[in-house]
């Protein structure tokens, strides 16, 4: 991990004061930020906080949160995902989307591109041959609420991880192992 984290800083000429990247030992939440249009997506310790996306970490390894929206990449020019997650073995894009329950699809369909953008300028500049991957689509999930299956979403799936060879997951945690 701490090779990823180095080609990371490199590739991306990461020098932002408010450092993109996080690494912890312990559970943590995900916000995004109340003007998702300026801020990056930040880490809560409690999970009584509000909190969009949860990690568990019963194995208290490291875990690395890194801020791609309005952080490592700070430009409009480019729909993005809003934060990584990842371990030795697991890299995981997350991208959040609020909304109200009847504009679901529409955004669910945005937060698929902004991380298929995302998976291909990480594909294209880091080594991530060895990592298994995944992408969360959060789009207006509330803790502990399932999402729905759906053959359409299925459909996506097989083509997201066909093409990018990544797993496209719908929900609101991750479990690290």
Known sequence: MKKLIEQINTTFNQNHPNNCLETLKTDFGIIDASDPTASPSSIVQNKEEEHFFWV??????????????????DTKDFKKCDCVIFDDNCFCFIEFKACRPKQRN???KKAIQQ???TIQLFLDRLSLDNYIKEAYVVVGYIRNRIPRKSASSFNKRIQFLEQYNVELLEGNSKTFP
Not at 61 to 67: G, H, P, R, S, W
């Open 106 to 108: 529409e955004h669910k």
């Open 115 to 117: 991380l298929a953008n």
């Open 56 to 73: 568990e970490n019963p194995n208290q390894k490291a875990i690395t949160f890194l801020a791609v929206d309005h952080c490592l990449i």
